[in-house]
């Protein structure tokens, strides 16, 4: 490696050392040698290029085969005669130190003793062989002509024989849902016509190229996406012998192999289609991507079905839900013991997020900034808990991004474990699957077989996790430039999120990806370390069509005018679902929820020890948030056209800054979106009449079957339904007003955690009076619990409400409370019982006996549970349908489940009587 200078320009020198090791006593033959590299520079590293080793030994061939090195004390006119050991059969012997010159020697001898006389000039190279290998026979390749391929294909697949049926599968439904044309390829059947053969990424390049160029200048037949299934390696020749070599379809690999930071594996290449392109110089480069590429790094059969299945349910309009319009943008604090940058990652996320935060995208935006959240010192380091929940949240409560700022690497987010692939089997959004936007170090290393990364486990978790990533695949960099690097690339892409296509339809990732990377930060050395891990002919999931409010209060909406709006006024919002053109599109008839923001408010950066020596990255040393909910409600959409009604809380923030109407449409037509910010909130209401009375609060578990101390699994559900004339308190401005649920129990850390509910309650249909809350509970211990829900409405009178339960490990099944009621029974009973195992498939089986032991009938039932309390109801009848005669019965109650710890079964025996 010595003696130049790399692609990065470092400096590299080098060191022969040459010694003598004498008096050597092996026990067999292994020699193990040590090298130690010592510098006193900081960050300097050192590798050993190769070793020489000079040694006398036995001519003694391993596996038939032996080379000899003369040493170099001899001469060209001195002849020696070399006596070989341990060959079965006579040898052929060549000097082969010029390797296109070889020299055949001569040998002699018979049986097992054989010898050869050479000259003995220094340093020459004789090799010995009495075994040869055989060439393999022949194969039949199969007649193909990729070279036919008479269409102009929008959509292309590369993948492997053992992808196959899932390719086609994926291309065929994007034929029959979206109007693309394909082809599909196996990287065999492109090497066989485009390399000869041989394995060559460039091959599919070529491939690709040629439809490419077909296409002329007619943009309605250029190739537009390139989808490579299955997954890959840098190790294209198996040199980590210990690492399966699954390079289903190539990726690109840079020449520099050593270093994470300057090394790195692309997809890019294979979008370098026009002539004389393809090869990178070190810096920014000129040449541009022109196709979206994705990749799918399926490294399975059942990958391959799990996301494809993920896909499919990401566009089924079922799943379809205002979790659709959230952008959850999250970031480092970066101070740790290694590095203090200070607030520039919050830096990166905010300005990204401010750039897609007005009225046009219609988006939502959650920020998680880890110095938002208090921090906690424990044995492993820096950690903020509450940030790490609020993070896996988003995934579970559902965002259509979820978009991470900082340090990381393969299989973590933030030195303070923010997010960690261990966190992966606590995301159970199966029906909410996210595009997850990665703008750190390594997360996505999709070419590494031996570990795969956060970024791909992610993707392949079948309960949840995301259905497409944009992602890193080496060490990047970020700044405080907003043109350039990680900074840059952020913005760009979010950007590209909520923008529409040409049509007026949200984006495909591929168009995202390629206009991305066509901008000055995605054509860098750092923006070729960027990868779509994702279908590139899935459109991002923002809602197709547009929605608007037209009035308040009657009042119609104008850019040049501003609306007051005091607290507890009663306020009526008007709107429609537009067509293209803007107007009305009298044929959409569904529901909509609206969300009534109050205006923004300023949040800032913890009294950090830094802040009195540096300045911060943010402007102002924080940054403005507008999660202040005052309404959150169901409306119905009747041909085209909403309203909404609501009375607005005591609690505002008293400002002059404007609110936001947030407005989520869906319909069978599809799902709309809107909103509108040119509104202030100041002021009250002096007329309003207070009824001095809180809300009726109705607190269960996972459904209403839930009886109170009853048992439940690890992650339930809570539910709550609310009502008040005045309508419920959501917004959180006022001090101690929050809608929060508290439990309690000895198994909790410190015996409490309260949680705030605002955000996950929304009204009634068309009745701002009631409404409920849904909050999944995640992983509570063991233990006994009692929960209280309190709850205001928007004059502040409280409610509360308060129950217990007992938290049971799903992983053993538990029953209990077994009884039947009516107990005495005439002409019919209920069998019921309580049970941990929730949305589990149960066999249930149950025996009537006589009280001496004789079975009379029985009931068999399976089904899967939405609950913790089942019922099961019985006539009274014997197996020979005859009524049973009055008595007393025992019955036998056995409950069955197959879960992750195999079968499992649990009984009961309790008393029943008859009367007649």
Same mark, same amino acid.
């Given at each position: 490696?010595?003696?130049?200078?790399?692609?990065?320009?470092?400096?590299?020198?080098?060191?022969?050392?040459?010694?003598?090791?004498?008096?050597?006593?092996?026990?067999?033959?292994?020699?193990?040698?040590?090298?130690?590299?010592?510098?006193?520079?900081?960050?300097?590293?050192?590798?050993?290029?190769?070793?020489?080793?000079?040694?006398?030994?036995?001519?003694?061939?391993?596996?038939?085969?032996?080379?000899?090195?003369?040493?170099?004390?001899?001469?060209?006119?001195?002849?020696?005669?070399?006596?070989?050991?341990?060959?079965?059969?006579?040898?052929?012997?060549?000097?082969?130190?010029?390797?296109?010159?070889?020299?055949?020697?001569?040998?002699?001898?018979?049986?097992?003793?054989?010898?050869?006389?050479?000259?003995?000039?220094?340093?020459?190279?004789?090799?010995?062989?009495?075994?040869?290998?055989?060439?393999?026979?022949?194969?039949?390749?199969?007649?193909?002509?990729?070279?036919?391929?008479?269409?102009?294909?929008?959509?292309?697949?590369?993948?492997?024989?053992?992808?196959?049926?899932?390719?086609?599968?994926?291309?065929?439904?994007?034929?029959?849902?979206?109007?693309?044309?394909?082809?599909?390829?196996?990287?065999?059947?492109?090497?066989?016509?485009?390399?000869?053969?041989?394995?060559?990424?460039?091959?599919?390049?070529?491939?690709?190229?040629?439809?490419?160029?077909?296409?002329?200048?007619?943009?309605?037949?250029?190739?537009?996406?390139?989808?490579?299934?299955?997954?890959?390696?840098?190790?294209?020749?198996?040199?980590?012998?210990?690492?399966?070599?699954?390079?289903?379809?190539?990726?690109?690999?840079?020449?520099?192999?050593?270093?994470?930071?300057?090394?790195?594996?692309?997809?890019?290449?294979?979008?370098?289609?026009?002539?004389?392109?393809?090869?990178?110089?070190?810096?920014?480069?000129?040449?541009?991507?022109?196709?979206?590429?994705?990749?799918?790094?399926?490294?399975?059969?059942?990958?391959?079905?799990?996301?494809?299945?993920?896909?499919?349910?990401?566009?089924?309009?079922?799943?379809?839900?205002?979790?659709?319009?959230?952008?959850?943008?999250?970031?480092?604090?970066?101070?740790?013991?290694?590095?203090?940058?200070?607030?520039?990652?919050?830096?990166?996320?905010?300005?990204?997020?401010?750039?897609?935060?007005?009225?046009?995208?219609?988006?939502?935006?959650?920020?998680?900034?880890?110095?938002?959240?208090?921090?906690?010192?424990?044995?492993?380091?820096?950690?903020?808990?509450?940030?790490?929940?609020?993070?896996?949240?988003?995934?579970?409560?559902?965002?259509?991004?979820?978009?991470?700022?900082?340090?990381?690497?393969?299989?973590?987010?933030?030195?303070?474990?923010?997010?960690?692939?261990?966190?992966?089997?606590?995301?159970?959004?199966?029906?909410?699957?996210?595009?997850?936007?990665?703008?750190?170090?390594?997360?996505?290393?999709?070419?590494?077989?031996?570990?795969?990364?956060?970024?791909?486990?992610?993707?392949?978790?079948?309960?949840?996790?995301?259905?497409?990533?944009?992602?890193?695949?080496?060490?990047?960099?970020?700044?405080?430039?907003?043109?350039?690097?990680?900074?840059?690339?952020?913005?760009?892409?979010?950007?590209?999120?909520?923008?529409?296509?040409?049509?007026?339809?949200?984006?495909?990732?591929?168009?995202?990806?390629?206009? @991305?990377? /066509?901008?000055?930060?995605?054509?860098? %050395?750092?923006?070729? #370390?960027? $990868?779509?891990?994702? +279908?590139?002919?899935? !459109?991002?999931?923002?809602?197709?069509?547009?929605?608007?409010?037209?009035?308040?209060?009657?009042?119609?909406?104008?850019?040049?005018?501003?609306?007051?709006?005091?607290?507890?006024?009663?306020?009526?919002?008007?709107?429609?679902?537009?067509?293209?053109?803007?107007?009305?599109?009298?044929?959409?008839?569904?529901?909509?929820?609206?969300?009534?923001?109050?205006?923004?408010?300023?949040?800032?950066?913890?009294?950090?020890?830094?802040?009195?020596?540096?300045?911060?990255?943010?402007?102002?040393?924080?940054?403005?948030?507008?999660?202040?909910?005052?309404?959150?409600?169901?409306?119905? @959409?009747? /041909?085209?056209?909403?309203?909404?009604? %609501?009375?607005?809380? #005591?609690? $505002?923030?008293?400002? +002059?800054?404007?609110? !936001?109407?947030?407005?989520?449409?869906?319909?069978?037509?599809?799902?709309?979106?809107?909103?509108?910010?040119?509104?202030?909130?100041?002021?009250?209401?002096?007329?309003?009449?207070?009824?001095?009375?809180?809300?009726?609060?109705?607190?269960?578990?996972?459904?209403?079957?839930?009886?109170?101390?009853?048992?439940?699994?690890?992650?339930?559900?809570?539910?709550?339904?609310?009502?008040?004339?005045?309508?419920?308190?959501?917004?959180?401005?006022?001090?101690?007003?929050?809608?929060?649920?508290?439990?309690?129990?000895?198994?909790?850390?410190?015996?409490?955690?309260?949680?705030?509910?605002?955000?996950?309650?929304?009204?009634?249909?068309?009745?701002?009076?009631?409404?409920? $809350?849904?909050?999944?509970?995640?992983?509570?211990?063991?233990?006994?619990?009692?929960?209280?829900?309190?709850?205001?409405?928007?004059?502040?009178?409280?409610?509360?409400?308060?129950?217990?339960?007992?938290?049971?490990?799903?992983?053993?099944?538990?029953?209990?409370?077994?009884?039947?009621?009516?107990?005495?029974?005439?002409?019919?009973?209920?069998?019921?019982?309580?049970?941990?195992?929730?949305?589990?498939?149960?066999?249930?089986?149950?025996?009537?006996?006589?009280?001496?032991?004789?079975?009379?009938?029985?009931?068999?039932?399976?089904?899967?549970?939405?609950?913790?309390?089942?019922?099961?109801?019985?006539?009274?009848?014997?197996?020979?349908?005859?009524?049973?005669?009055?008595?007393?019965?025992?019955?036998?109650?056995?409950?069955?489940?197959?879960?992750?710890?195999?079968?499992?079964?649990?009984?009961?025996?309790?008393?029943?009587?008859?009367?007649?």
């Amino acid at each position: 490696i010595g003696g130049l200078n790399d692609a990065t320009g470092r400096a590299a020198v080098s060191s022969i050392f040459n010694t003598t090791l004498s008096n050597l006593n092996l026990s067999g033959d292994i020699l193990e040698l040590t090298a130690t590299y010592n510098s006193s520079a900081s960050g300097s590293r050192g590798w050993v290029d190769h070793l020489q080793i000079i040694a006398e030994r036995r001519l003694r061939p391993e596996n038939g085969f032996l080379k000899v090195f003369t040493s170099g004390q001899g001469s060209a006119g001195e002849v020696a005669s070399y006596i070989l050991e341990g060959f079965t059969q006579r040898p052929v012997a060549m000097d082969v130190t010029d390797p296109s010159n070889p020299v055949r020697i001569t040998v002699g001898g018979s049986g097992t003793s054989f010898s050869f006389s050479y000259h003995t000039a220094p340093g020459r190279q004789i090799a010995l062989q009495s075994t040869f290998t055989q060439p393999r026979a022949g194969e039949q390749v199969i007649n193909q002509n990729l070279h036919g391929v008479s269409h102009f294909p929008d959509y292309i697949i590369v993948t492997s024989d053992l992808f196959l049926d899932y390719a086609y599968e994926l291309a065929e439904y994007r034929e029959q849902n979206d109007g693309l044309s394909y082809v599909v390829a196996t990287q065999e059947q492109i090497f066989n016509e485009f390399s000869g053969g041989v394995p060559d990424a460039a091959a599919i390049r070529d491939f690709v190229k040629m439809l490419y160029d077909r296409g002329g200048n007619n943009p309605d037949r250029i190739p537009k996406y390139l989808l490579l299934f299955g997954n890959t390696t840098f190790d294209y020749k198996s040199i980590e012998r210990d690492a399966p070599n699954t390079n289903y379809v190539f990726t690109y690999q840079s020449e520099e192999s050593y270093d994470r930071v300057t090394s790195f594996g692309s997809d890019d290449f294979f979008g370098l289609l026009d002539n004389n392109e393809g090869v990178w110089s070190r810096n920014t480069s000129q040449e541009r991507v022109d196709i979206g590429i994705g990749r799918i790094t399926a490294a399975s059969t059942g990958d391959a079905r799990i996301i494809i299945d993920k896909i499919k349910r990401y566009e089924d309009p079922a799943t379809f839900g205002d979790w659709r319009t959230v952008f959850s943008i999250a970031a480092d604090d970066d101070v740790n013991s290694s590095s203090n940058d200070r607030d520039l990652h919050v830096l990166n996320a905010d300005v990204t997020a401010e750039r897609i935060d007005f009225d046009a995208s219609g988006v939502r935006l959650n920020k998680i900034y880890q110095f938002s959240y208090p921090l906690e010192i424990t044995s492993a380091g820096r950690r903020f808990p509450q940030a790490s929940q609020a993070f896996v949240d988003a995934f579970n409560n559902g965002s259509l991004v979820i978009n991470y700022s900082g340090h990381g690497s393969e299989q973590i987010l933030s030195a303070e474990r923010l997010f960690q692939s261990s966190d992966i089997p606590r995301l159970t959004n199966k029906d909410r699957p996210t595009i997850f936007v990665t703008v750190t170090c390594s997360f996505g290393r999709f070419d590494d077989v031996s570990d795969q990364s956060g970024a791909e486990k992610t993707l392949f978790w079948p309960n949840g996790g995301s259905v497409a990533s944009f992602t890193t695949t080496r060490v990047v960099y970020t700044s405080a430039n907003r043109e350039i690097d990680n900074f840059g690339m952020n913005i760009q892409l979010t950007e590209q999120m909520t923008t529409r296509d040409s049509d007026g339809l949200p984006k495909r990732l591929g168009e995202i990806y390629q206009n @991305v990377k /066509n901008t000055t930060p995605g054509a860098s %050395f750092n923006g070729r #370390k960027f $990868i779509l891990l994702g +279908d590139p002919a899935m !459109r991002i999931g923002l809602p197709r069509n547009r929605m608007n409010v037209t009035s308040i209060n009657g009042i119609e909406l104008l850019e040049e005018q501003t609306i007051q709006v005091r607290a507890l006024d009663q306020v009526n919002i008007e709107g429609y679902v537009l067509n293209d053109d803007g107007s009305v599109n009298s044929s959409y008839t569904g529901e909509a929820t609206v969300r009534v923001f109050d205006a923004s408010r300023f949040e800032e950066l913890p009294d950090l020890a830094w802040r009195e020596t540096s300045n911060c990255f943010t402007a102002g040393c924080g940054w403005r948030v507008q999660t202040d909910l005052l309404f959150s409600g169901r409306v119905s @959409v009747e /041909n085209g056209r909403y309203t909404s009604r %609501f009375i607005v809380p #005591k609690d $505002i923030s008293y400002s +002059d800054s404007t609110g !936001r109407i947030q407005v989520y449409g869906k319909s069978d037509m599809g799902d709309a979106i809107g909103s509108f910010s040119n509104f202030v909130i100041n002021g009250t209401n002096p007329d309003a009449v207070n009824n001095q009375t809180g809300p009726d609060i109705l607190v269960y578990l996972n459904d209403p079957t839930f009886m109170n101390g009853g048992i439940v699994n690890n992650s339930p559900v809570l539910n709550v339904e609310l009502e008040d004339e005045a309508g419920i308190n959501t917004t959180g401005a006022g001090v101690g007003h929050e809608l929060i649920g508290i439990l309690r129990s000895e198994s909790l850390p410190g015996g409490e955690r309260t949680t705030v509910l605002n955000d996950f309650y929304i009204s009634d249909l068309d009745d701002f009076t009631r409404g409920r $809350i849904e909050y999944p509970f995640d992983r509570l211990p063991d233990g006994d619990y009692s929960l209280k829900v309190r709850a205001w409405d928007v004059f502040n009178n409280v409610g509360e409400s308060e129950i217990h339960f007992t938290v049971q490990n799903q992983d053993v099944l538990t029953i209990r409370n077994v009884y039947n009621y009516p107990n005495p029974m005439h002409n019919f009973t209920r069998f019921a019982f309580e049970h941990n195992q929730p949305g589990e498939p149960l066999d249930i089986f149950i025996r009537v006996y006589t009280l001496s032991g004789r079975p009379v009938a029985h009931i068999r039932d399976n089904r899967i549970s939405d609950g913790n309390l089942e019922m099961i109801e019985w006539n009274g009848y014997d197996n020979d349908n005859n009524r049973l005669a009055a008595g007393t019965y025992l019955y036998h109650l056995r409950v069955r489940t197959d879960g992750i710890n195999g079968r499992q079964t649990e009984e009961k025996i309790e008393r029943l009587v008859i009367i007649r």
